[in-house]
């Protein structure tokens, strides 16, 4: 008996080291993309060498694949690093890994996704603690709760038994990321895939009212990632990720932009308003940009930068009148709201 329960105590020990060995070494949905802000890492490196501040930007995939700090350096003359990780692990994650490699006199520039609070996933949990180790905990932005802790040491069985499976029998399948991709030097993730050109039909958006509203749990994510850039003597400034979508999210877009600006946040003046209608401009999925829109988005997001081209609360409240709506969020013929 004695033996038996020793031979499934090793077990139980082995499965969970291997299970572990597997979350943080091969696991290719996290591993991937930790390769790519490793050096996207080593390329900011590099970049400190000289004492000038620079920017950091942070957020998702749509910031891996949409913006090449090489061509911001080399035709704009502005050093930027990106520390953008994957959506999937929500903005507060995201967020917390971009912070640890700001320095004082830098400039975060952080990418909103819709909800825009600071939540966390599982893997945003590990991936927080890839790069943060156990300063994810610190400073408010993952509770320290015995739930997020356990997300640390969780087995992936499934995903290691889907992983296994699709490497066995169905290698096509596998994560589509290890192939048709190509990662530069500065950690800009091209991806090589034409997909959405196959999309031939945007449909527009019918909405009766914008009722949207930023939430409370947003102002206090941002208050939050506010004050811990204040705290590492840099400045924040906020953008909306364009994606392959209909013009009328614009105005969805600009409404939640009001809120935000109105709290007192600095917004890329991006006139697309989140919207790039052209399938031509995008990869694989509809917020990962084609090699070529890729430059285009990085040198206008880096003229904006140049220019501190940000919206205003008057300039969001005019694109608003001019496209038909109030700016509570009414239709302007409908009587309900006033512009203010």
């Given amino acids: 008996m004695r033996r038996l329960l020793i031979i499934i105590i090793s077990a139980l020990v082995c499965g969970m080291a291997f299970s572990l060995y597997y979350k943080y070494k091969v696991e290719p949905g996290l591993v991937y993309f930790w390769r790519c802000a490793d050096t996207a890492e080593e390329w900011g490196n590099a970049l400190r060498q000289e004492p000038e501040a620079c920017y950091v930007f942070g957020g998702g995939s749509e910031i891996r694949a949409g913006v090449d700090p090489e061509v911001m350096l080399k035709e704009q003359g502005i050093r930027c690093i990106s520390m953008a990780v ?59 709760t015995a739930d997020n802790l356990l997300q640390l040491v969780r087995p992936s069985m499934a995903v290691m038994c889907t992983h296994a499976g699709k490497k066995l029998f169905r290698p096509e399948l596998n994560f589509k990321y290890e192939k048709n991709t190509v990662i530069h030097p500065s950690g800009w993730m091209e991806v090589l895939w034409d997909e959405m050109q196959q999309v031939k039909e945007l449909h527009p958006f019918q909405y009766e009212r914008l009722n949207s509203r930023v939430s409370e749990d947003s102002l206090r994510f941002f208050a939050l990632l506010k004050d811990e850039c204040r705290r590492r003597g840099a400045e924040l400034v906020l953008m909306f990720p364009v994606a392959l979508s209909h013009e009328s999210m614009r105005c969805i877009v600009a409404r939640d932009l009001l809120d935000i600006v109105r709290a007192g946040y600095h917004v890329l003046k991006d006139e697309r308003l989140g919207a790039w209608p052209y399938p031509e401009k995008f990869a694989d999925t509809s917020l990962h940009l084609s090699p070529a829109a890729a430059r285009e988005n990085t040198l206008l997001l880096g003229q904006m930068l140049k220019d501190q081209q940000y919206w205003t609360v008057e300039e969001l409240v005019e694109y608003l009148r001019r496209n038909g709506w109030n700016a509570d969020g009414t239709p302007v013929d409908s009587g309900e709201g006033k512009e203010k």
């Fill in 86 to 144: 994957a959506a999937g692990n929500g903005n507060g994650a995201n967020a917390r890994i971009a912070l640890e490699y700001l320095r004082s006199g830098d400039t975060m520039v952080f990418s909103l996704m819709p909800g825009y609070a600071g939540t966390w996933t599982s893997e945003g949990i590990v991936s927080a603690f890839h790069f943060c180790g156990f300063g994810i905990f610190d400073e408010g932005f993952a509770p320290l």
